[in-house]
């Protein structure tokens, strides 16, 4: 399914609060550095975290170039999510997102969210080196390291602490100016940051690895992708941007791999869904990556039959990206006869179907496979989305009422259910889709303007006006809540 897009990202969240190297750290066994636990509870609530990154997600979404493809979202959260299954000390629900940045970078905020910049799937070279980095990720945020430099930095500096949050949030509207606040808030207090730093760093290699092990992956794709970040920063002037969130100096690459080297060696099978995933994102998503893609797939072409797999999938994307869909078709149409659940095949071939006018055709092949698959979200969406194509929009909207109320932090649940809405000249119900799809971005003054537009719409007393009159409601209450970290 091909995806709307978003605005180009103006800041990184937490990276602006990391600027300093690492100190050396001493290689031994994983328990030898001590746990310094996940206090910070007198300073930020649990609660209060899941509603400053409630808040910090929203604007993410209005400033970020995410990436919406289902697909793609599907796959970095199943990943994720069996990253924190086996990982200790959850206290929030996890949320994983996609953006679409040529930098190689990742960041934790508030309240289990984490942010993966696409370049690392170019960069990794298979699953468990994806998946040391997630680790990591999710280490910073069950030890709550955030909310502990918050409270370091109230003890000891209250008023910097609350000027830097400003500065971020500036950051994100208008970069040279948050970056100059954010240089003189930062200044007066960096050292003590620095070695605040210093322990995030070494707890989360330290529990990371440990969820990585139990999660079933190699515990030595952790320094085996330092090592890719080491080399990056050996043949080039400028380090990738995630070394100066998560500063790398050789201890620190000798420590992962010694500790990696503790374990049993681990031959963890290639991931098929990996390969797709890599393919997918260079191929669908970057414009000035062509070469190296062909490069890739030449390279798989000759490789294990997975590997060989994926090269054939990367060639009907390319296919499908050059508006050859003859030729795309070609190609998927014997690999779905081999394995016709294959999802990733399944969604290309209803682009190419929607795109060739056979959407009926492209509808019976989701239909056929969710009564394999009833809750794939994919599944759902496409399906929806090949509903409308085929302007069967009751039917699509029937679909997108349960998929929205399931799955309400989606946008592209309300962008097609606006859609849906709007080709049967139901306004109120195109005008109430467009809200949602604006609040979940942070814009409730928009939002609630369109929401009291849609109630004028309808019959005076009516259960939608009663709806939409209590959603104003709602949205008044989080915007007044969130008005504080505005300030």
């Keep these: 399914m091909k995806i709307m897009s978003n605005k180009f990202l103006s800041a990184i969240f937490v990276s602006t609060l990391l600027l300093a ?12 550095l001590p746990d310094i636990g996940t206090t910070a509870g007198s300073t930020l609530s649990i609660n209060q975290e899941l509603a400053m990154g409630d808040f910090y997600a929203r604007q993410m979404r209005a400033n970020a170039p ?33 953006v679409n940045n040529p930098n190689i970078n990742a960041y934790a905020f508030f309240g289990g969210n984490v942010v993966l910049h696409a370049a690392l799937f170019r960069y990794s070279r298979n699953e468990s080196e994806l998946a040391s980095v997630i680790a990591h990720e999710i280490s910073h945020v069950t030890q709550r390291h955030l909310a502990r430099m918050m409270e370091d930095q109230q003890r000891t500096a209250p008023l910097a602490w609350a000027g830097t949050l400003g500065a971020i949030l500036l950051l994100m509207a208008n970069p040279q100016a948050g970056m100059a606040a954010l240089s003189g808030t930062i200044a007066g ?14 707890e989360a290699d330290r529990i990371g690895m440990q969820t990585l092990r139990k999660a079933g ?4 794709g952790m320094p085996d992708f330092m090592q890719i970040l080491a080399d990056q920063t050996r043949y080039s002037s400028k380090p990738p941007e995630i070394l100066l969130t998560h500063p790398l100096p050789d201890s620190r690459l000798a420590d992962a791999r010694n500790r990696a080297n503790q374990y049993p060696a681990k031959r963890v099978p290639q991931s098929q869904d990996f390969l797709f995933a890599k393919v997918r994102i260079i191929g669908m998503y970057t414009t000035e990556q062509r070469n190296y893609l062909e490069q890739i797939l030449e390279n798989y072409r000759k490789g294990t039959a997975k590997e060989q797999l994926a090269s054939a999938y990367g060639k009907a994307i390319l296919f499908s990206r050059d508006k050859k869909y003859a030729e795309a078709r070609a190609i998927l149409e014997p690999l779905l006869a081999k394995q016709p659940d294959n999802i990733w095949f399944i969604d290309m071939m209803t682009d190419i179907d929607i795109e060739q006018n056979r959407t009926v055709q492209a509808i019976t092949r989701l239909q056929n496979a969710l ?19 085929a302007r069967q929009y009751q039917q699509a909207e029937k679909l997108l009422y349960r998929y ?4 309400p932090d989606d946008p592209n649940g309300w962008h097609l259910m606006a859609e849906a809405a709007a080709q049967q000249g139901k ?22 303007k369109y929401l009291s537009s849609a109630s004028s719409l309808v019959k005076l007393g009516s259960y939608d006006q009663a709806r939409y009159d209590a959603r104003i409601d709602q949205l008044r209450q989080l915007q007044q809540r969130y008005s ?3 300030r």
Excluded at 81 to 89: G, I, M, Y
């Design 21 to 32: 190297h690492s100190p050396v750290l001493s290689a031994s066994i994983e328990d030898s």
């Design 66 to 98: 995410l990436i919406y493809d289902p697909l793609l979202i599907q796959y970095i959260n199943t990943l994720g999510q069996k990253l924190v299954a086996h990982a200790d000390s959850v206290k929030t629900p996890f949320h994983f997102y996609l």
């Design 189 to 202: 207090v960096q050292q003590g940051m620095i070695s605040f730093t210093q322990s995030n760093e070494q």
């Design 217 to 220: 992956f190699d515990p030595q």
């Design 371 to 389: 009564e394999k698959q009833k809750d794939n979200l994919v599944l759902q969406i496409n399906l929806a989305n090949a509903l409308i194509r």
């Design 404 to 407: 929205t109320f399931n799955n």
């Design 427 to 448: 306004r109120h119900e195109e005008l109430s889709a467009y809200a949602e799809e604006m609040a979940l971005r942070g814009q409730f003054d928009n939002a609630i």
């Design 484 to 486: 504080q970290y505005k």
